[in-house]
T-cell receptor, first 109, second 115 residues
Framework: EDQVTQSPEALRLQEGESSSLNCSYTVSGLRGLFWYRQDPGKGPEFLFTLYSAGEEKEKERLKATLTKKESFLHITAPKPEDSATYLCAVVQSNYQLIWGAGTKLIIKP | EAGVTQFPSHSVIEKGQTVTLRCDPISGHDNLYWYRRVMGKEIKFLLHFVKESKQDESGMPNNRFLAERTGGTYSTLKVQPAELEDSGVYFC?????????????FGPGTRLTVT
């Protein structure tokens, strides 16, 4: 069965303390992988799409990488405004998205 | 450019009642998706429209749910009759380009509470 697992469920960091979030997947016919950010009471906000193993994308303090089994979202020197839930979703061969449960990131000043 | 909008933002209804959720996608986006997130669980796909046609409705939980997209613009999702397990946040997303274009833009969601 196709599945997406995110870890950790929650992560508390001090401002400036770099870390990584993990998204591991077992999906047949992977067409791509999304990273989204979600703030409380809002819909997911698109961050990155990765299509093939070895691909990397960066945006400000965030960098997403992809292997054949997992993706990492690296956060460098985070700020309190980076606090949010980060969601990973994979695109199946039928274009459906399978979502992970998310990682709740809290950055303390 | 206006983003995806959803109405209402919150709905509280009693079991057995009917509720209709509305989604207005980004103008020009042919692809429209409905998702649901039940408390404590991950987001689940419900269905996908391409223009006015249902491309994939395999995620619809049962025949109490009816989605329409007349004229290929806004979409409605009706739940009739509502059950307690229908409670959750219903998200709509849209994307441009061809079928299944990947960058989906989400609305703020409708929080449905069935009591």
């Amino acid at each position: 069965e196709d599945q997406v697992t995110q870890s950790p469920e929650a992560l508390r960091l001090q401002e400036g303390e770099s870390s990584s979030l993990n998204c591991s997947y077992t999906v047949s016919g992977l067409r791509g992988l999304f990273w989204y950010r979600q703030d409380p009471g809002k819909g997911p906000e698109f961050l990155f799409t990765l299509y093939s193993a070895g691909e990397e994308k960066e945006k400000e303090r965030l960098k997403a990488t992809l292997t054949k089994k997992e993706s990492f979202l690296h956060i460098t020197a985070p700020k309190p405004e980076d606090s949010a839930t980060y969601l990973c979703a994979v695109v199946q061969s039928n274009y459906q998205l399978i979502w992970g449960a998310g990682t709740k990131l809290i950055i303390k000043p | 450019e206006a983003g995806v909008t959803q109405f209402p933002s919150h709905s509280v209804i009693e079991k057995g009642q009917t509720v209709t959720l509305r989604c207005d996608p980004i103008s020009g986006h042919d692809n429209l998706y409905w998702y649901r997130r039940v408390m404590g669980k991950e987001i689940k796909f419900l269905l996908h429209f391409v223009k006015e046609s249902k491309q994939d409705e395999s995620g619809m939980p049962n025949n109490r749910f009816l989605a329409e997209r007349t004229g290929g613009t806004y979409s409605t999702l009706k739940v009739q009759p509502a059950e307690l397990e229908d409670s959750g946040v219903y998200f709509c997303a849209s994307s441009g380009g061809g079928i299944g274009s990947y960058e989906q833009y989400f609305g703020p969601g409708t929080r449905l509470t069935v009591t």
